[in-house]
């Protein structure tokens, strides 16, 4: 069922910020790993600080420890690519492969698992001294997560298809019934069994009225350039055709063929209901 404007436009509010959230983390990211390389280039060629409370390279978030260096650029690496995967998944691109392969952040799912893995990767990135544009980023990323995750719990796995645009161009158009775009309060005509006239003289004019099922339907059909052809027979060829039906059946006379219209003839049993 389609959902209210008030709903589809929210959720569509929402959705705009976890893209904005998820591409200021990932510009963040790669600024704060680029710095972390320089700091680690510029720690090689000073002197080694005597002050041993330092647990991190200056300038930096590279523990200082043994293959430090190399953990914290992977860190960031795993970063990026989550924000990656995640930035994906919001623009529903390619929606099939996580329909497939990562289901909870497929079509079939809700907003909550998209809104833990923003707060995760948003709360890893605080717990760590960084510059002000990745703690801002950080922190709205943080944020956005906290609210998908409860659009999550109030909408659960209906909050995407509430705000799919194709969903909602198409939610209206959802019925099982066949649909009549005219006006079919008031008729203008009704046809007669063969002839097809209006009902009044007011609609002789009107063109849009049917010709029935006579010689003027067959007419009109032809300058149309469709062609007329009699029916198949109902009664497969190897069987005899039957004279009657029995003593509680129709007993039915076949239509007589002679001009362009149909004529059919049926006489019931006496007893017949």
């Given at each position: 069922m389609p959902s209210s404007p008030h709903v589809f436009y929210g959720l569509s509010a929402v959705r705009a910020l976890s893209?904005?959230?998820l591409l200021l983390a990932f510009a963040s990211s790669i600024v704060a790993m680029v710095s972390d390389i320089r700091a680690v280039n510029r720690s090689q060629h000073e002197p080694p600080s005597s002050d041993g409370a330092c647990g991190y390279i200056g300038g930096s978030t590279v523990p200082n420890q043994p293959a430090g260096v190399f953990w914290a650029v992977v860190n960031r690496l795993f970063i990026i690519f989550q924000l990656v995967f995640l930035l994906l998944s919001e623009i529903s691109w390619p929606m099939a492969f996580f329909d497939r392969f990562f289901p909870v952040l497929g079509s079939q799912f809700g907003l909550g698992p998209l809104g833990i893995f923003q707060g995760?990767?948003?709360a890893t990135i605080?717990?760590?001294?960084?510059?002000?544009?990745t703690l801002v980023s950080a922190f709205f990323l943080f944020?956005?997560?906290?609210?998908?995750?409860t659009l999550g719990l109030v909408f659960r796995e209906l909050a995407k298809s509430k705000r799919s645009i194709r969903a909602w161009r198409e939610g209206g158009n959802d019925s099982t019934l066949p649909m009549h775009s005219g006006d079919i309060s008031t008729p203008k005509f009704r046809p007669s069994l063969f002839g097809g006239k209006p009902a009044d003289a007011s609609d002789r004019g009107d063109r849009s009225s049917g010709f029935g099922f006579g010689s003027q339907g067959e007419k009109q059909a032809g300058l149309k350039g469709f062609v007329i052809t009699k029916p198949g027979e109902a009664v497969p060829q190897h069987a005899p055709r039957p004279a009657s039906l029995g003593s509680s059946f129709y007993?039915?006379?076949?239509?007589?063929?002679t001009g362009p219209e149909y004529t059919s003839t049926f006489r019931s049993n006496p007893t017949a209901i």
């Amino acid at each position: 069922m389609p959902s209210s404007p008030h709903v589809f436009y929210g959720l569509s509010a929402v959705r705009a910020l976890s893209v904005v959230a998820l591409l200021l983390a990932f510009a963040s990211s790669i600024v704060a790993m680029v710095s972390d390389i320089r700091a680690v280039n510029r720690s090689q060629h000073e002197p080694p600080s005597s002050d041993g409370a330092c647990g991190y390279i200056g300038g930096s978030t590279v523990p200082n420890q043994p293959a430090g260096v190399f953990w914290a650029v992977v860190n960031r690496l795993f970063i990026i690519f989550q924000l990656v995967f995640l930035l994906l998944s919001e623009i529903s691109w390619p929606m099939a492969f996580f329909d497939r392969f990562f289901p909870v952040l497929g079509s079939q799912f809700g907003l909550g698992p998209l809104g833990i893995f923003q707060g995760l990767i948003g709360a890893t990135i605080l717990s760590h001294h960084v510059d002000k544009f990745t703690l801002v980023s950080a922190f709205f990323l943080f944020s956005v997560g906290c609210l998908n995750i409860t659009l999550g719990l109030v909408f659960r796995e209906l909050a995407k298809s509430k705000r799919s645009i194709r969903a909602w161009r198409e939610g209206g158009n959802d019925s099982t019934l066949p649909m009549h775009s005219g006006d079919i309060s008031t008729p203008k005509f009704r046809p007669s069994l063969f002839g097809g006239k209006p009902a009044d003289a007011s609609d002789r004019g009107d063109r849009s009225s049917g010709f029935g099922f006579g010689s003027q339907g067959e007419k009109q059909a032809g300058l149309k350039g469709f062609v007329i052809t009699k029916p198949g027979e109902a009664v497969p060829q190897h069987a005899p055709r039957p004279a009657s039906l029995g003593s509680s059946f129709y007993s039915v006379v076949e239509p007589k063929t002679t001009g362009p219209e149909y004529t059919s003839t049926f006489r019931s049993n006496p007893t017949a209901i």
